[in-house]
């Protein structure tokens, strides 16, 4: 894990760099220093506020799962983790290291792989709440916006390709090798994973709503970052900046660049550029991708690596 969290950093940084001056070559006029240095304050710290509720909402969610299988640490650990998370997710391709940093968060607190495990679980599960009840909205998007289409099917494909292969590749495994003591290890422990998975379908189902409702209040407080940093430069109808990032938060999720990187500077260009000057455009998506994530994963980076070295030195 700490191979890959430093490989993708390096990664993420030669990434934004490029990006970053792209953005700026293709955006920078005379007229953005003033624009940006004119900036409604009071937005500004809106957006900050709204990061914050999104930290928040991702702090209940896990704190409340947790608390469902009864793994129990302080809601200031809580938001460690959340920045933690969002730190693992910026430097690894789809995302998919917020679950990694999840889970060695969770461990640190003495609770077993198979209760980690399915916590994460149905962190992940929650999260997707969210883009069903969004569904109407990506759907209106994907027809306006169809170049969207092509990566979420992809990650569709992988997703359950690799979800079949996993399966497959674990049940040969266990049938071949039943009497090994590993192996006895192993289905012990998907067997009590299942067990708690199972906890949350009928025992827990409250704490399950109600990570899944804290999922989608999370998702709106980050999608309500762009309307205000906007707003803070001029005018904006919130409404059509909200459904306008859909598509655009699909595509960074399931980007193959570290923590949509890229991604979300260009794409991020061709979406908000309708609602803000030409020389403003460029401004905006490198402070909206500063404040929405990656001022967030250099905190979690640095709290990580404290976490790390404690760890290490016990």
């Known amino acids: 894990m700490k191979r890959t969290f430093i490989y993708g950093t390096i990664i993420l940084v030669l990434i934004l760099l490029l990006s970053f001056s792209f953005v700026l070559l293709k955006t920078f006029t005379k007229e953005t220093l003033s624009a940006v240095l004119g900036m409604k304050k009071r937005y500004l710290l809106l957006s900050a506020v709204f990061l914050f509720l999104y930290h928040t909402f991702d702090n209940i969610r896990l704190y409340l799962l947790s608390r469902a299988v009864g793994l129990k640490y302080s809601f200031k650990y809580g938001y460690s983790m959340s920045l933690i998370n969002t730190f693992g997710a910026t430097v690894t391709p789809a995302h998919a290291g917020g679950e990694l940093a999840a889970i060695y968060m969770l461990l640190r607190k003495g609770a077993s792989v198979h209760k980690v495990m399915s916590i994460v679980t149905m962190k992940t599960i929650s ?24 990566p979420v099917l992809e990650l569709l494909f992988i997703v359950f390709a690799g979800a079949g292969i996993l399966y497959a590749a674990v049940n040969y495994l266990i049938k071949k090798n039943a009497r090994k003591p590993s192996i006895r290890k192993l289905k012990d422990t998907l067997r009590k994973y299942f067990y708690y998975l199972k906890i949350f379908g009928y025992k827990r189902k409250t704490y399950f709503l109600l990570a899944s409702l804290s999922s989608i ?18 005018n904006a109808n919130i409404i059509e900046v909200l459904k306008a990032q859909l598509g655009l938060l699909y595509a960074i999720f399931v980007s193959p660049t570290p923590g949509g990187s890229g991604v979300g500077e260009i794409g991020g260009l061709m979406v908000f550029s309708g609602f803000l000057e030409a020389h403003q455009a460029g401004a905006f998506v490198i402070i909206w991708r500063l404040v929405s994530q990656y001022i967030s994963a250099l905190v979690g980076g640095v709290l990580f690596v404290l976490y790390l070295v404690k760890d290490l030195r016990s």
């Open 127 to 150: 999260g997707i709440t969210f883009f069903i009840v969004a569904l109407p909205f990506l759907i209106h998007q994907f027809v306006n916006n169809p170049q969207f289409i092509k």
């Open 217 to 234: 209040l999370l998702y709106l407080s980050f999608l309500m970052i762009a309307p205000l940093l906007i707003l803070a430069f001029g």
